[in-house]
């Protein structure tokens, strides 16, 4: 479970998260929904301990980021927007160096390996060089590197950036199958598709500030509107979120 109070990060002048709060359960997918620049991503590197906050508090599993940063990263698992991948290694390679960081045993990080493989379908590319993989293939490998520790708690940063119909498709029936674990999943994201299919309560961030907070049919009977496109703009209070 994540808990945030009152979070606040600023660059020079720039106040990119002002005041954000919210709970992220286990079992439960959480989105963070918003437009570009909104500071869903800053909010996430806060979570995972690559930020600093100004202020405000952080509990993961009843961890603080800010003086438990190595626990942090045995609890969580983290796909970034930037995925990472290690372009001379193979993606088992990959998935092997991230266990290995995690404290893991050969015989451990091999069995988990292969679990997810299956898993995510990655047979046909396990043993091959990351570099040139396609988008889909490159999220698969992001996805088990941050699985392969078995973490309670999953951050994504926009997973389906760039993925075809299939590809978005097998993400969202994994996405699925964590939630159903018992997992706590934070799916950041601007696809109002994704939003609707998957999260169970969504967080909307505009300018640094959670504008609504709740589960899609609250969100629509608090907007007045028929549709997650147009109760997020009139949330949000300006047209940027048809642009996002």
Do not use: W
């Amino acid at each position: 479970m994540i808990e945030v109070k009152n979070l606040y990060k600023s660059f020079g002048e720039v106040k990119a998260v002002n005041g954000v709060s919210f709970e992220a359960r286990d079992g439960e997918i959480t989105g963070l929904l918003g437009p570009n620049g909104a500071g869903k991503t800053t909010t996430l590197r806060m979570l995972y301990s690559l930020l600093p906050p100004d202020q405000g508090e952080i509990r993961i599993d009843g961890l603080d980021p800010t003086r438990d940063a190595m626990e942090i990263k045995r609890t969580l698992g983290v796909v970034p927007d930037s995925r990472g991948l290690y372009s001379r290694l193979t993606a088992r390679e990959n998935i092997m160096y991230y266990g290995e960081l995690h404290g893991m045993g050969k015989q451990a990080i091999k069995s988990r390996i292969a679990d997810l493989a299956v898993t995510l379908d990655m047979g046909d590319f396990l043993d091959r060089r990351t570099e040139g993989f396609s988008q889909g293939q490159r999220v698969k490998v992001a996805i088990a590197r941050a699985m392969v520790h078995e973490p309670q708690t999953v951050l994504m940063d926009e997973p389906s950036n760039g993925l075809d119909v299939m590809s978005t498709r097998a993400l969202r029936h994994y996405v699925r199958s964590l939630k159903e674990a018992g997992h706590s999943v934070v799916l950041s994201t601007h696809i109002m598709q994704e939003v609707g299919a998957l999260c169970d309560r969504i967080v909307i961030i505009a300018k640094g500030e959670v504008a609504a907070d709740g589960t899609a049919r609250e969100l629509l009977d608090r907007s007045g509107c028929e549709s997650l496109e147009d109760a997020f703009v009139k949330l949000i209070g300006s047209e940027e979120g048809l642009l996002a």
